[in-house]
């Protein structure tokens, strides 16, 4: 099974800061399966990023992905209020699919 | 537009087994395009795929849960469901249902989530 581990655990911001979050897989990841999601207090995770680096659908040119190999970011430029979340890595590049522990946004 | 919906009970006794449905709204379960998944978040604890479901009704389960997983597909109803069994205190989570978008000829990832549905394990 692919652990992932995120960094850092929490992250507290003031608006219009650019934030950089880690995702660090424990074997590479095949084709860059990678995707990172959005998890807002009291909602469903929502799809930010897969194929580490391409947008999903609605999602603002402030997020954006990279990486390959076993290290990816995903990174938040100009942070706003609405950002504050949780924000998981996720892999499906083997089975069992697994998530990071996630990186508490906090807008100071 | 797509909407999953997730129900069932709320509380279940330890060593009983719990049922879930997903109902789908928006898409056609029998499209032979998506897969379809269920993904649970345990208290203090990150987000655990659980395992997923195609409509033929082939389906793949997290080996963690040591054969206590069943899935199923009911089409004609858009729905598709997930029983755990055995259950213990360590099995209280939020459950989500989950749209899997497809790969050449194996699931990806998720691309939308149900709201979840907290299920407690407790006497």
């Known amino acids: 099974e692919i652990v992932l581990t995120q960094s850092p655990g929490t992250l507290s911001l003031s608006p219009g800061n650019g934030a950089t979050l880690s995702c660090r897989a424990s074997?590479?990841?095949?084709?860059?399966?990678i995707a990172w999601y959005q998890q807002k207090p009291g909602q469903s995770p929502r799809l930010l990023i897969y194929g580490a680096s391409s947008r999903a659908t609605d999602i603002p040119d402030r997020f954006s992905g990279g990486g390959s190999g076993t290290d990816f970011t995903l990174t938040i430029s100009r942070l706003e209020p609405e950002d504050l979340a949780v924000y998981y890595c996720h892999q499906y590049a083997s089975s069992p699919f697994t998530f990071g522990p996630g990186t508490k946004v906090d807008i100071q | 537009q797509l909407h999953l919906q997730e129900s069932g009970p709320g509380l279940v006794q330890p060593s009983d087994t719990v049922s879930l449905t997903c109902t789908v709204s928006?898409?056609?379960?029998?499209?032979?395009?998506?897969?379809w998944s269920w993904i649970r978040h345990r208290p203090g604890k990150g987000l655990e795929w659980i395992g997923w479901i195609y409509y033929t009704g082939n389906t793949y389960y997290n080996p963690s849960f040591k054969s206590r997983l069943v899935m199923s597909v009911d089409a004609s109803k858009k729905q598709f469901s997930l029983r755990v069994h055995a259950l213990t205190a360590a099995d209280t989570a939020i459950y989500y249902c989950?749209?899997?978008?497809?790969?050449?000829?194996?699931?990806?990832?998720?691309?939308?989530w149900g709201q979840g549905r907290l299920v407690t394990v407790s006497s």
């Open positions: 074997q590479s990841i095949v084709r860059n399966r």
């Open positions: 989950a749209r899997v978008m497809p790969g050449p000829g194996y699931p990806e990832f998720v691309d939308n």
């Open positions: 928006g898409v056609s379960i029998s499209g032979g395009i998506y897969y």
